[in-house]
């Protein structure tokens, strides 16, 4: 089974930029962006097909994420600009789409452990 590692989070402040990596070990289809602060759900972020790169993301980051892949890598990224303390979550990448519907969690079968972004006021 493919292995997903996500880096890049961190601490930034409001209006600041983080770019977030998703690291497979093996080659991947349609994966995509969830995200969760606690006591909440696994949020859909952005997701992206292949081999077209037909892309979806979440009206909340519409226009200041950007989500993309690099094929010789097996990577994909989320550059994330513009940041606001809602975007505040554990971010993680998902891989092996299942069918039916892009943002929900259920669609996907493979995680990776996630990464901490904090947007400071």
């Known amino acids: 089974q493919v292995q997903l590692v996500e880096s890049g989070g961190g601490l930034v402040q409001s209006g600041g930029s983080l770019r977030l990596s998703c690291a497979a070990s093996?080659?991947?289809?349609?994966m995509g962006w969830f995200r969760q602060v606690p006591g909440k759900e696994r949020e859909f972020v952005v997701h992206?097909?292949?081999?077209?790169?037909?892309?979806g993301y979440a009206d909340s980051v519409k226009g200041r994420f950007t989500i993309s892949r690099d094929y010789a890598k097996n990577t994909m990224y989320l550059q994330m600009n513009s940041l606001k303390p809602e975007d505040t979550a554990v971010y993680y990448c998902?891989?092996?789409?299942?069918?039916?519907?892009?943002?929900?969690?259920?669609?996907?079968?493979?995680w990776g452990q996630g990464t901490q972004v904090t947007v400071s006021s």
């Open positions: 998902a891989a092996h789409f299942l069918g039916g519907d892009f943002t929900r969690p259920q669609g996907f079968r493979s």
């Open positions: 093996g080659r991947t289809f349609t």
């Open positions: 992206i097909s292949r081999p077209d790169d037909r892309t």
